[in-house]
């Protein structure tokens, strides 16, 4: 599977951005899809995750502001932001995979990665 990630740019605190990650194979809406992401210097971060089925998870620190989603077909992955600020200012990253429910938070639980798109929060 290859994951494809767009939408990111520089944005002004408060603002929006809409990422999106598009699969390569037509059983992509069978995967669970993830969105990380990682700051210079800082270790990679679980964002939100969103299971072929629809059920949601997000990381504490975007819960409430960012909303992540598929496509009716399940062949796009879209991750909205909303009331964006600097420490959102990352490279990220859609994965997909199958993991269980205990890892869907973990890097571990994804075996396929796109190549990142970079989201710049101005103050």
């Known amino acids: 599977v290859q994951l494809q990630a767009s939408g990111g740019g520089l944005v002004q605190t408060g603002g929006s951005l809409r990422l999106s990650c598009v699969g390569s194979v037509s059983t992509f809406r069978e995967y669970s899809v993830a969105w990380f992401r990682q700051a210079p210097e800082k270790e990679r971060e679980f964002v939100a995750a969103i299971r072929w089925y629809s059920i949601q998870y997000y990381g504490d620190s975007v819960k409430g502001r960012f909303t992540i989603s598929r496509d009716n077909a399940g062949n796009i992955i879209y991750l909205q932001m909303s009331n964006l600020n600097p420490d959102d200012t990352a490279l990220y990253y859609c994965?997909?995979?199958?993991?269980?429910?205990?890892?869907?938070?973990?890097?571990?639980?994804?075996?396929?990665w796109g190549q990142g798109t970079q989201v710049t929060v101005s103050s």
């Open positions: 994965a997909a995979g199958r993991p269980i429910t205990s890892r869907i938070r973990s890097e571990s639980g994804y075996g396929y």
